[in-house]
């Protein structure tokens, strides 16, 4: 079965670092997406990663240790317009992702 | 680019109606899947399909079917709707099995 645990909810303020967790339990590993999705719209694509390390990606990075199945967003310079959903999904050895509940960001000012 | 279309963007639904969600992408896209989303629960699969011709169940199949006809459509097809039907759905495409998966706007549905 398929178990990915993120936060609900978090705050943070304008200019600030925000970092958020993911971690997962699976029965297959092909890599591990963020997406964003602010209210009402549909999800976007973030970023991917399927080696140990960090992606960097503009004000943007994510953090993935597959021995410790565990992942981070990490958000730089936050924004008005970060506050938004963030999903965690892995893609399993199958051909569909498997989503966290996701993770609720408010930037405050 | 039009990416990924969905019809319609909301409707209402009578308990025991059908009714079918339209989704089409211009991407060439081979796999494509369906998910509904709701307050607390995250996305869940629904149906997907990895090459047009197949199709496969996901993780909250009941009540729902699907057809892969051509590589661009994959309707969606509510036989006979429930208000436990009430949900945001979303259509998505991938060039193929575990890439980026791009989705569509959403049909926001109502049974009542």
């Known amino acids: 079965g398929q178990n990915i645990d993120q936060p609900t909810e978090m705050t943070a303020t304008e200019g600030a670092i925000v970092q958020i967790n993911c971690t997962y339990q699976?029965?297959?590993?092909?890599?591990l997406f963020w997406y964003q999705q602010h209210a009402g719209e549909a999800p976007t694509f973030l970023s991917y990663?399927?080696?140990?390390g960090l992606e960097e990606k503009g004000r943007f990075s994510s953090f993935l240790s597959r021995s410790k199945g565990y992942s981070y967003l990490l958000l730089k310079e936050l924004q008005m317009k970060d506050s938004a959903s963030y999903l965690c999904?892995?893609?399993?050895?199958?051909?569909?992702?498997?989503f966290g509940k996701g993770t609720s960001l408010l930037v405050t000012p | 680019t039009a990416g990924i279309t969905q019809a319609p963007t909301s409707q209402i639904l009578a308990a025991g109606r059908s009714m079918t969600l339209r989704c089409t992408q211009d991407?060439?896209?081979?796999?494509m899947y369906w998910y509904r989303q709701d307050l607390g629960l995250g996305l869940r699969l629904i149906h997907y399909?990895?090459?047009?011709?197949?199709?496969g169940k996901g993780e909250v199949p009941d009540g729902y079917s699907v057809s892969r006809a051509n590589t661009d459509d994959f309707p969606l097809t509510l036989a006979s709707a429930v208000p436990s039907q009430t949900s945001v759905y979303f259509c998505?495409?991938?060039?193929?099995?575990?890439?980026?998966?791009?989705f569509g706007p959403g049909t926001r549905l109502t049974v009542l």
């Open positions: 998505a495409s991938s060039a193929s099995g575990p890439d980026t998966q791009y």
């Open positions: 991407m060439r896209h081979n796999a």
């Open positions: 999904a892995v893609s399993d050895s199958g051909y569909a992702l498997n």
């Open positions: 990663n399927v080696l140990d």
């Open positions: 699976t029965s297959g590993f092909n890599g």
């Open positions: 399909s990895n090459t047009a011709g197949t199709t």
